[in-house]
């Protein structure tokens, strides 16, 4: 009678084995729960085989449970190890991992960041410490400063003379209707403050000038220069080129954009390898002459703001070395290398 059990236990205890994984996967048991019924199902098929009479099945049938337990063993073991690996991966990058110099509003302001893989704690410990300066506070410089400052960079200096007026207020969205007749550095500030209240915002209201330049952008790690005047933009890139800071460059008109970033410290070209002539006066029509589709300075500030948070953390590719630009009337977009001139004026014969 028991023989007949242990025969019964050894045959179709693989059966059982399959029912106890397929209720366990039903019912969606805790693995521990699951890996309990398993050995012990698989525990008594072993020693059923074992108890049987005839010698020769009974051999037989230990191989072949000790056989099955070692697949069962490998498979969970790989699972297990998947497992592991998955959690070590996710590891880095957690909200609680990023808690040293973060407080805890910080922490859920920057979650989206932190759960990142490329960003991560890490990543959002450096846009904290970076000090990044905006060379205009206008179409350009409205997305620019708004995701810079909502990204957490930590101080965010803004360059400009003008104040706000009524016509700027098409494409310029930092500034509001109230905020008329204000400095824009300081419409900036009012608006980067309320949007994050963790960073540091320093306002110059005056025009960028030669020496001045130079002295200014050695204070920063990072700029990012949006003005649609020529003299301001060579002046920007000899002052980037001269303190060893990289450049991140747009520039609109119409329907048109191109974003850059220019590292000649690291090899790349600067502003002026890639546009060594000046236009003459008048003949690129600024944004007032030739005019501007609203959300054009979005579209190319949010590539410039996009370039400076890749920059800061290191993750991706930048647009070193490439010009990106953006046709918006065809929603076309071309990505062109540009090199290093070594007798550029400006930034050759220095390496
Ligand atoms: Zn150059």
Redesign the pocket.
Same mark, same amino acid.
């Given at each position: 009678m028991t023989s007949g059990l242990f025969v019964l236990l050894s045959q179709f205890g693989l059966l059982g084995l399959a029912v106890v994984g397929l209720i366990a996967w039903v019912r969606d048991w805790s693995r521990a729960k699951a890996y309990g019924w398993l050995a012990a199902v698989w525990l008594g098929g072993l020693v059923s085989s074992w108890l049987r009479h005839d010698a020769e099945a009974a051999a037989g049938y230990v191989r072949l449970w000790i056989a099955v337990g070692l697949i069962g063993l490998v498979a969970a073991g790989y699972g297990e190890g998947v497992r592991w690996l998955r959690r070590r991966t996710r590891a880095t990058p957690t909200v609680a991992a990023a808690s040293g110099g973060f407080r805890e509003a910080e922490l859920d302001r920057y979650a989206r960041h932190i759960i990142l893989r490329e960003i991560g704690g890490p990543g959002q410990k450096r846009l904290k410490a970076a000090k990044v300066l905006v060379v205009g506070a206008g179409g350009l410089g409205s997305p620019v400063l708004l995701y810079l400052a909502a990204a957490g960079v930590g101080v965010i200096g803004v360059i400009d003379d003008d104040v706000v007026e009524g016509s700027n207020l098409q494409r310029q969205v930092i500034h509001t209707d109230g905020r008329i007749g204000m400095a824009k550095v300081f419409s900036a500030e009012v608006a980067m403050r309320a949007l994050n209240p963790f960073i540091e915002v320093r306002p110059y209201h005056r025009r960028l000038t030669g020496e001045f330049a130079v002295d200014l952008v050695r204070d920063y790690d990072l700029v990012l220069d949006g003005t649609d005047d020529f003299d301001t933009r060579y002046l920007v890139n000899r002052a980037c080129?001269a303190a060893g800071v990289p450049l991140i460059s747009g520039a609109i008109t119409q329907w048109e954009g191109q974003v850059s970033l220019f590292d000649?410290a690291k090899g790349g070209? +600067?502003y002026?390898?890639v546009f060594p002539v000046k236009p003459a006066p008048g003949l690129v029509p600024t944004c007032a002459e030739a005019g501007v589709a609203a959300p054009l300075p979005g579209v190319i500030g949010s590539m410039m703001a996009m370039e400076a948070v890749k920059w800061v953390t290191g993750a991706g590719e930048t647009l070193a070395g490439r010009l990106m630009i953006h046709d918006a009337l065809y929603m076309e977009a071309r990505v062109i290398g540009v090199r290093?001139?070594e007798d550029?004026e400006? +930034?050759?014969g220095r390496h």
């Open positions: 080129v000649p070209p +600067c002026a390898c290093k001139r550029c400006v +930034c050759g």
